[in-house]
């Protein structure tokens, strides 16, 4: 069976070099929640160096909250907000002789864009305008509104805790965590069966990250799972 790992990249974290080689998708920070041209620029270059899929990862220009806190935009403002940092991260790859390959949204917005239909619907108007697959839970608004627009890759997490609806329990709340790799396999496996997940994120601005990552890794090809990209 087979499984993309995908770890969110390229926001300052000081992981990324050593997450790299473990990954096969890297969801690029776009500069406007955290990092910045610098760090991006580093990114898309180690993911050349290792043959990692890149992804653009949106978010909103919030950078005290991380992007991790929900907003209230108007319409237009919410889709310029998107295309520009689709664009900008295109623009740079391009630049590189690399391509972004899909898209998906960071921390707050894609909380709102799975659970909301009118945000989902947003969201992907700026996906469509590369023709960019989106990357996002199973069974959301986000799932729904992709369909025969562009192409919906559905997500699990192995760092995450999981709400019996399908939705991820919130970082605030007690027990948000998988911290026992063993654990986060078993979620992995029961999300690839359950949930027809295609893709595995482990999130880069743990400090655990790098161990988390390399031991879930060992676990799943132990188990016969081959790592390569969705795309």
Excluded: W
């Excluded at 050349?48 to 108007?74: C, M, Q, T, W």
């Excluded at 007690?174 to 496996?189: G, T």
């Amino acid at each position: 069976m087979q499984i993309d790992l995908n770890a969110d990249l390229g926001e300052g974290a000081g992981f990324d070099a050593e997450l790299m080689p473990l990954i096969t998708s890297a969801n690029v920070c776009c500069g406007l929640h955290a990092g910045g041209p610098g760090d991006i620029a580093r990114t898309l270059g180690l993911a050349h160096k290792h043959n990692v899929v890149i992804g653009a990862h949106p978010g909103y220009a919030d950078r005290e909250h991380f992007g991790r806190r929900e907003l209230s935009l108007g319409n237009q403002e919410l889709v310029a907000l998107c295309v520009y940092q689709l664009g900008a991260l295109y623009a740079m790859a391009a630049a590189l002789g690399l391509q972004v390959r899909y898209v998906k949204p960071h921390g707050g917005l894609y909380n709102q864009a799975c659970r909301d239909r009118h945000i989902a619907e947003l969201f992907v108007i700026a996906a469509a305008q590369l023709e960019l697959p989106v990357v996002a839970l199973p069974g959301s608004e986000l799932a729904t509104v992709c369909r025969d627009r562009v192409p919906f890759v559905p997500e699990g997490f192995a760092d995450r805790r999981y709400r019996p609806d399908g939705s991820l329990i919130p970082r605030t709340e007690p027990d948000a965590f998988v911290h026992d790799p063993e654990e986060a396999v078993k979620q992995v496996e029961q999300l690839i069966a359950e949930r027809g997940v295609r893709t595995i994120c482990v999130h880069g601005d743990n400090p655990q990250a790098v161990a988390f990552t390399k031991a879930v890794r060992e676990a799943l090809v132990s188990r016969g799972f081959t790592i390569k990209s969705f795309v």
